[in-house]
């Protein structure tokens, strides 16, 4: 009930609706693959497949339940910089018109 009454309080003031689409999990392809490339001095770069009608690709990671800033791109591949050794789960998931894809992971330990 509380969710509703928030959800509607944009238009009881007469604001613009909020864009809930960003939420939403579409019929966008997901990354058919994605790998480490490498990982050295704090660095860990990944590349992952094309995917065909993407504006662009968010990745992020999550260390011991910290989970980064999701970060966007245009290209295949990534570089987070500044880590320090730990394990590490990276994802990546693709931007469409329509929305967004599941997301993909991959996990590592990662040593410096």
Known sequence: MLKMFVLLLPLLFG???PDLSIYTVSECPTPSWL??????DGNYSME?????????YEVWYIKNGYTSPVQTTNQTSFTFNNLVSGNYTF??????TEGVSSFIGNNDILEF
């Open 15 to 17: 604001a613009a609706t």
């Open 35 to 40: 790998q480490k490339t490498t990982a050295a």
């Open 48 to 56: 992952w497949g094309t995917v065909s009608g993407a504006t662009e």
């Open 91 to 96: 994802y990546v998931r693709t931007v469409c």
